[in-house]
């Protein structure tokens, strides 16, 4: 048999193009689009908060501690100090010493050089305007502060909010693509990748919705602003400075086209270790039976190494690109010191702006920095994005029916009817392409009736409830309930009418209440204790430390095998079905547990219609129709007695049973 195990994952990606992603992402952001705005407009704050900051130092600098020249008469710059002449202290020491000075009366300026002749005390009197500028500038600088850290927190309350409800809605939606999947995508796709989409990669949208679509913004909007401002300080100095920025575009673009791609493998070999762990919890028994501990560790290692060499280079990437951009940014600012340090010295800029310019600077290259960050960040994402988006493009889902025409009440579908006859009309179906498993299968099930397959393993009794549950649609052919093609039909009422027991039954977990009911809470106490007894689950119930709503592990590892049928028993009763399916419910069972079993299916067969897949031959003796399938054939058909007097393949497999 050919197998195409894992396509889904492995299937090599061509190049994606992070638009069309962010384009299939904005579903999910816009419904909250208005936090989105109004997180937009905080940020426009937060940017303008930031650009404030330096330049209220070059204003203190210039105008309280370290007064810009002005040019004289003479054309001279000159560097004067402003003393309140309303101030008698002052205005006395300025008379006293002898200085010359200029005055209108109110503000007298004089020389900064001839401050020195004074002592700190004169000093202190002189200067008590500009100190007190000083103050003001600082609770300034304080409160613009506090605004920024107020902001920034709402902000980003908003965006963390936004961005838990779309990774909260994204992960229901992928979730319900994944469980509306048919049978064939997960026979043929891991269950640790599939996790891995619903869990690692959703989360990794996470920094994508909460600070990349709004701080790109922002970054965006923090180098045009310092561009802006530097280039209203000193044009000259700011296109100096501007030098290194080609080398950093450059390498930017450069480091990020490496990025991509150790991202995209990150992503592939988390996916194939929580496939490998996820393969090995489920395999334990037998690894350790087997004493294949090492080999699967050995196997173990091979993935988590290759995990490793992506992880590293991914780390190389950083490792790289950051320092390069810090050399850069020292660069710059040297760059600034040199140029603008001699601009100073000649008096042609002030030295509050040479201040700003290199605060300014360091904030230049923090944009840069977060901007390339955030791009590798979503790169992750977009990586994570285009496994989320593979899945969800799946398209392996039973079509639903085609719209119906309006017809009468006595033609309506069989959802609102009893199930009261099964056919199977020629069917052919096969899991891979060109390798048959039925082929030209033919039988009908009448109400109240019991058929019994029985077969070889391989012959194809499985595939027919699969078939008959809409698990799988045939190649050819056709499965009818009441006359009605089972793809024009409404699977979801006929679901609620059919009831499967199955070889090994699967439970939750939750409690054994949880597990009976299956969301048909609508029965009485009376109702469930009469089901319990049907079931031959009392006894089992009673046995429990908190009876019914006792919790049970997953799959219902702390009951036994027995237990667990009689569980999945009670389960069918509550439903009330017309169509009882059982796939050898009792062929694992011991012989004590088995009469239990075996009186609990009786009571749950009466008087209703049955298929059951016989492994156990004694299990299909009673049975109204006896179906013998052989190589995907049916090539025996009639009741045990019948088939007896025939001496053909059934009456061999009893002989060779007994």
């Known amino acids: 048999m050919k197998l195409d195990f894992g396509h889904f994952e492995e299937d090599q990606l061509d190049k994606p193009y992070d638009v069309h992603l962010m384009r299939r992402l904005l579903p999910f952001i816009s419904p909250y689009r208005w936090m989105l705005a109004l997180s937009v407009v905080m940020v426009v704050l937060i940017t303008l908060l930031d650009l404030a900051l330096p330049y209220i130092t070059k204003i203190t600098i210039d105008r309280y501690i370290v007064p810009e020249a002005v040019n004289t008469e003479g054309n ?78 709402l902000q980003m309350m908003i965006m963390e909010y936004t961005g838990q409800r779309v990774m909260h809605d994204l992960r229901m939606q992928l979730f319900s693509h994944v469980q509306n999947l048919s049978m064939a995508f997960f026979t043929r796709n891991p269950v640790g990748r599939l996790v891995t989409r619903v869990t690692n990669d959703v989360q990794n949208m996470h920094e994508l919705f909460t600070s990349i679509i709004v701080f790109v913004f922002k970054d965006l909007f923090l180098l045009v602003g310092i561009s802006a401002v530097l280039l209203s300080i000193n044009w000259k100095l700011a296109l100096v400075s501007f030098m290194v920025l080609p080398f950093v575009v450059y390498i930017s673009i450069f480091f990020a086209s490496q990025a991509r791609e150790a991202f995209r493998t990150l992503r592939l070999k988390t996916a194939e270790i929580n496939t490998r762990f996820s393969e090995t919890i489920d395999g ?47 660069l710059s600012v040297g760059i600034v010191i040199w140029y603008g340090g001699g601009e100073v010295i000649r008096e042609a800029l002030s030295l509050g702006a040479l201040v700003a310019f290199i605060s300014y600077m360091k904030m230049f290259f923090r944009p840069i920095r977060d901007i390339a960050e955030k791009y590798n960040v979503m790169q992750n994402a977009m990586a994570s994005a285009e496994r989320i988006f593979l899945l969800m493009d799946s398209t392996q889902t039973l079509p639903d029916p085609a719209p119906q025409p309006p017809v009468t009440a006595a033609k309506k579908s069989t959802g609102g009817a009893n199930i009261r006859e099964i056919r199977f009309d020629r069917i052919r179906f096969e899991y891979v392409e060109g390798e048959p498993v039925l082929e030209d299968v033919s039988f009908d099930v009448t109400a109240g009736r019991t058929l019994a397959v029985v077969g070889p393993t391989g012959s194809g009794k499985t595939t027919l409830i699969n078939l008959l549950l809409r698990f799988y649609d045939p190649v050819s052919g056709r499965v009818l309930i009441n006359g009605q093609d089972l793809r024009q039909s409404d699977m979801v009422a006929l679901k609620s009418k059919m009831a499967l027991v199955m070889q090994e039954p699967f439970l939750f977990s939750a409690s054994v209440r949880e597990n009976i009911m299956q969301g048909s809470n609508h029965r009485s106490d009376a109702e469930l204790t009469r089901l319990l007894a049907l079931s031959n689950c009392t006894d089992l119930v009673n046995s429990l430390p908190e009876g019914i709503d006792t919790m049970i592990g997953e799959g219902g590892r702390n009951l036994s095998s027995g237990e667990r049928q009689l569980v999945s028993i009670a389960r069918a009763f509550a439903r009330d079905p017309d169509l009882i399916i059982l796939d050898e419910a009792t062929s694992y069972i011991d012989s004590t547990t088995e009469e239990k079993l075996q009186e609990a299916i009786g009571n749950l067969m009466a008087g209703r219609t049955s298929v059951i897949v016989a492994h156990r031959l004694s299990t299909a003796r009673n049975a109204d129709r006896i179906l013998v399938l052989h190589r995907g054939r049916i090539i025996e058909s009639g009741t045990h007695e019948t088939l007896m007097q025939k001496e053909g393949f059934y009456a061999g497999m009893v002989r060779f049973q007994h």
Do not use: C, W
């Open 76 to 153: 001279d710059s000159v560097r004067r100090i402003r003393v309140d002449m309303g101030d008698p202290e002052a205005a006395a020491l300025i008379r006293q010493s002898g200085i010359q000075f200029q005055s209108d009366g109110n503000v007298a300026e004089i020389p900064y050089r001839q401050i020195s002749s004074f002592s700190p005390e004169e000093i202190e009197i002189l200067r008590r305007k500009d100190l007190s500028g000083v103050r003001r500038m600082a609770l300034f600088f304080l409160a613009i502060v506090t605004m920024h850290f107020v902001i920034n927190f």
């Open 284 to 330: 334990i028994r037998v690894i350790q039976l087997f004493r294949q501990e090492k080999r699967n560790a050995r196997r173990f290692q091979k993935v988590n190494h290759e995990f490793y060499l992506a992880g590293m280079r991914q780390l190389h990437v950083f490792a790289v690109f950051m320092p390069v951009i810090e050399l850069l940014s020292a």
